[in-house]
């Protein structure tokens, strides 16, 4: 049995199924929860720490073997990360043999059928289907994002979001600080959702020609990032603001600054953050506390990207 994540979290721990599948059926969807061994026991616990509105990491282990029907999951995302043990999982045609270096990703559309086997625990990334499909630029009216199914966790950029999502599990172990500041949590979610949409493929991976847009577009929402960098901007709320879609506003970005909106957004609260840390006391200020200010919820990448933009330490500034 590997480590009990998130122990300060608890959803429910039981060893009666109703009462198990009652309570994963609130956190998730309804679905049919079936002990597949007449003798198999149920040891269950389920613990769930939101990050914001959008992402919550999930701890999962039933015992015995189980077999977990929900058909399909219509508002959400579900990354399933064995920690220990294997399952099996048909996302739609697909089925995935799941084990430490193999997860799956369930989407919204696809009907889900899986077997948990015996003494198998996993690290669920819950993620709301609005949020997922405004960072992939998915327009109303489009069909539905697909993600494969399968993800593989040896890939080098799937390497790199499984270390952020441990990243997450970590800071809500050690007590949820920095997720306090719902600026800092709210960039945390989008920093998950658009690192699995860069890293994961799905059915909306295209080459895409930014049309020629007038400057005033990405003028204008450089305004709203200036004028608000504290705000807990995501892209579709850009989107909303200047009357495009999300893939039009993000190769827009990316034609005229080499880089996207959030990215943008970004340096503008490292620009912030400079400038606090060059106006306050060393004595009564913290580093630790300016960069949660702006969003920077990991301090030592905080520290790397300001060392790149400004050839110093954020501790040598506030020292100045």
């Given amino acids: 049995m590997t480590r009990n994540l998130l122990p300060q979290h608890r959803?429910?721990?039981t060893r009666d199924r109703d009462e198990a599948r009652d309570e994963v059926a609130r956190r998730f969807c309804p679905h049919r929860l079936t002990l597949t061994k007449p003798d198999g026991r149920l040891d269950m616990v389920h613990n769930a720490a939101p990050i914001g509105h959008d992402v919550t990491l999930n701890y999962l282990r039933y015992g015995?073997?189980?077999r977990i029907t929900p058909g399909t999951f219509d508002d959400f995302f579900l990354v399933q990360i064995p920690l220990a043990g294997r399952a099996r999982v048909r996302v739609g045609e697909r089925v995935v043999a799941s084990d430490r270096s193999r997860a799956s990703l369930g989407s919204p559309?696809?009907?889900?059928?899986m077997?948990?086997?015996d003494g198998c625990e996993q690290l669920l990334v819950y993620m709301r289907r609005a949020a997922v499909e405004a960072v992939a630029g998915v327009d109303s009216g489009e069909g539905p994002l697909v993600f494969d199914a399968l993800m593989d966790l040896d890939a080098p950029a799937l390497r790199s979001w499984l270390r952020l999502v441990r990243l997450g599990v970590d800071e809500l172990d050690s007590g949820g600080a920095l997720f306090r500041s719902s600026l800092a949590a709210s960039h945390f979610e989008q920093t998950v959702i658009s690192g699995l949409v860069a890293a994961q493929p799905h059915n909306r991976q295209r080459s895409t020609e930014a049309p020629?847009?007038?400057g005033r577009l990405v003028r204008q929402v450089?305004?709203?990032m200036e004028a608000g960098p504290e705000r807990e901007w995501h892209l579709a709320d850009f989107a909303a603001e200047t009357g495009v879609s999300a893939r039009t506003l993000q190769a827009a970005f990316q034609r005229e600054l080499g880089m996207p909106p959030l990215e943008r957004l970004r340096r503008i609260r490292l620009e912030r953050a400079r400038a606090d840390l060059l106006a306050a006391d060393g004595s009564t200020s913290s580093v630790t506390d300016i960069a949660a200010r702006w969003g920077f919820f990991h301090l030592g990448r905080f520290a790397a990207s300001y060392r790149d933009a400004y050839q110093e330490l954020p501790s040598q500034t506030l020292a100045s």
């Fill in 212 to 214: 020629a847009l007038p």
């Fill in 109 to 113: 559309t696809e009907p889900v059928d």
């Fill in 11 to 13: 959803s429910v721990a």
């Fill in 115 to 117: 077997i948990w086997g």
């Fill in 64 to 66: 015995d073997e189980v």
């Fill in 222 to 224: 450089l305004d709203l």
